[in-house]
């Protein structure tokens, strides 16, 4: 079993639609929580990162944890043709030999749709 | 402020080949972490250097080697090349060993034959 589980999609929605994005794991020792937008033949760019439960904002974008039940997700409002890519989950710990290492998720590839 | 490149874009090898990958970090970044992404998965963690140590590996044979120089930038070996090695090399800088602040470059390319 992968120590992160990202839901696989694809997800097409209409433009101006809310988007739901999940992830869920199994390492307790994850304490920071992050998510990458990657667009085709195109290296990961940082979206989001967090590292505690609850939700963080930034614009369109809302980033949920819940370590309680190791599930977090990413919230895309209003979404736009722009959004189209694919959307990486990952998390890290810094209190093991690999501090520097994060985990991704295997991504969710959306289409938003005008 | 420059961001993270990488070079080449691609490359063509055969089996049983050697390669080597180049990436300059963003300025101010002192952390490089090599990343290996399948095609249709997510980065798997290679190895990361810290001041020109490595700082810790994944679960990667040691034909994967790299390097990081007094300016930080740095390079990936593989050796001895195998079709699975095909994929897409990602670099990423960061500050202090941190993985959580980690900014990427857009990868090299590899295929092998």
């Known amino acids: 079993q992968k120590e992160v589980e990202q839901d696989p999609g694809p997800l097409s929605v209409p433009e101006g639609a809310i988007v739901s994005l999940n992830c869920t794991y199994s390492?307790?020792?994850?304490?920071?929580f992050m998510w990458y937008r990657q667009y085709s033949r195109k290296g990961p760019e940082l979206l989001m990162y967090?590292?505690?439960?609850g939700n963080k904002e930034d614009g369109r974008f809302t980033a949920q944890v819940d370590k309680s039940s190791k599930y977090i997700s990413l919230f895309i409002r209003d979404s736009q043709p722009s959004d189209s890519a694919t959307y990486l989950c990952?998390?890290?710990?810094?209190?093991?030999?690999?501090?520097?290492?994060?985990?991704f998720g295997d991504g969710t590839t959306l289409t938003v749709k005008p | 402020e420059t961001g993270v490149t990488q070079s080449p874009t691609h490359l063509i090898k055969t089996r049983g080949q050697q390669v080597t990958l180049r990436c300059s970090s963003q300025?101010?970044?002192?952390?490089v972490s090599w990343y290996q992404q399948a095609l249709g998965q997510g980065p798997q963690f290679i190895f990361q250097?810290?001041?020109?140590?490595?700082?810790g590996r994944g679960n990667f044979p040691p034909r994967f080697s790299g390097l990081q120089f007094p300016n930080y930038s740095s390079e990936l070996n593989v050796n001895a090349l195998e079709l699975d090695d095909s994929a897409l090399y990602l670099c990423?800088?960061?500050?202090?060993?941190?993985?959580?602040?980690?900014?990427f470059g857009p990868g090299t390319r590899l295929t092998v034959l």
């Open positions: 990423a800088s960061s500050l202090e060993s941190r993985s959580d602040t980690q900014y």
């Open positions: 390492n307790s020792a994850f304490q920071y």
């Open positions: 967090t590292y505690s439960s």
């Open positions: 990952a998390m890290g710990s810094r209190y093991n030999t690999n501090a520097g290492k994060s985990t």
């Open positions: 300025s101010g970044h002192n952390t």
């Open positions: 250097y810290y001041r020109e140590e490595e700082n």
